[in-house]
C-alpha cells in the first residue's frame, strides 16, 4: 500500500527511526501507526540484544539538584557520537527528572527501560550503569560540577553555613576533586592493609639502594614514617593542597572560609565520579 509521507514523518519523529525504517515498518503495518511503533520497537530490541557484548566505554555523567536532593546518574553507550547527541542528553535529564519525581534513590526498571527505549532509537549497547541521591541538609551549601567532557563529576556539601563565599568554595572543591581525583576523602579512611602494602614498597627501595641500606634501622623507620606521611597527604582529599591555593591544605582553607562567614563548617558529603569506575 502506498504511505502517506506525513506518516512517514510523524513516526519519524516520535520514535527518531530513520526515514526509510518508518517507512517499511508502516508498509508491514498497513499504515497503522501504533504497530508501526511497535514494529519499529521490537526490531530496535533485537538489533541492541545484538550489541550486547559490545563494550559500553562512552557516555555522560548528569548531576541535578531538585529542593533538598541531588541525583546522580551514569548513562553509559558505546560511541562518542551517541553520547554526544541530543537525543542521549534528553534521555539521561529525563531519567533525573523521573528520579525526583518517583522519589528513586537507586536503578529501578522504569529508569533502566527508558534507557533501553532509547537505545532501541539509536541501535546500540547502551544502559543506567549507576544511580544515587543525596540528600542536602538544611542550613547545608551543595556544590555540583560536570567537566566539559561529562565523563568526570563531584558534588560537595559543607554543613554550617549557606553563605556565598561557602557556595563559592563548595564549587571550588567540586573542581579540585574532578582535577585530583583523590582515591580518599580523609586519612582514616584508608586500609591499614594499603598503608602497611606502601610500608614495604618505600622499604624495598630503600634496602635496593645502598647509601640507604646502610642507615641504623631506627633511621630507616623514620624515613619510611615520613614517606608514608606524604603520599596519605597525596592521595586524601583534606590533606591534599587547595587547588586555588596550593600552600594550603583543603581542611585549612575549609577552616579559613568558616572563620570568613562565622560558622563552623564540615564536609559532609565528598564524591568525585569518574565514568565506568
Do not use: W
Not at 75 to 92: P, R
Amino acid at each position: 500500500m502506498k504511505i502517506d509521507m506525513k506518516l512517514v514523518k510523524d513516526l519519524n519523529d516520535a520514535t527518531g527511526a530513520g526515514l526509510m525504517a518508518c517507512k517499511k515498518a508502516l508498509e508491514e503495518a498497513e499504515g497503522d501507526v501504533k504497530g508501526a511503533e511497535k514494529i519499529l520497537k521490537e526490531k530496535g530490541l533485537a538489533s541492541v540484544a545484538k550489541r550486547a557484548d559490545k563494550a559500553a566505554g562512552e557516555g555522560r555523567i548528569f548531576i541535578k539538584q531538585n529542593g533538598n536532593k541531588i541525583a546522580i546518574v551514569e548513562l553509559v553507550c558505546e560511541t562518542d557520537f551517541v553520547a554526544n547527541g541530543e537525543g542521549f542528553i534528553a534521555c539521561g535529564e529525563e531519567i533525573c527528572k523521573r528520579i525526583f519525581e518517583k522519589g528513586y534513590t537507586k536503578i529501578e526498571q522504569e529508569l533502566s527501560d527508558m534507557a533501553l527505549d532509547y537505545a532501541t532509537r539509536v541501535h546500540e549497547n547502551m544502559s543506567l550503569k549507576s544511580v544515587e541521591v543525596i540528600d542536602v541538609p538544611a542550613g547545608a551549601t551543595a556544590g555540583m560540577y560536570v567537566h566539559s567532557d561529562n565523563k568526570t563529576g563531584s558534588v560537595v556539601i559543607i554543613k554550617g553555613s549557606e553563605a556565598d563565599a561557602v557556595k563559592v568554595f563548595a564549587k571550588d572543591c567540586c573542581m579540585h576533586l574532578a582535577a585530583f581525583t583523590p582515591a580518599y576523602i580523609t586519612k582514616d579512611e584508608i586500609p591499614e592493609s594499603y598503608i602497611a602494602e606502601q610500608k614495604e614498597i618505600f622499604l624495598a627501595k630503600m634496602n635496593n639502594d645502598e647509601k640507604m641500606a646502610s642507615k641504623p634501622d631506627n633511621v630507616k623507620e623514620g624515613i619510611i614514617a615520613g614517606q608514608i606521611k606524604k603520599h596519605l597527604a597525596e592521595i586524601s582529599f583534606v590533606d591534599q593542597g587547595f587547588v586555588k591555593d596550593p600552600a594550603k591544605t583543603v581542611s585549612a582553607k575549609l577552616a579559613e572560609v568558616g572563620k570568613e562567614v562565622g560558622a563552623d563548617l564540615s564536609f559532609g558529603y565528598c564524591k568525585v565520579i569518574v565514568l565506568g569506575k
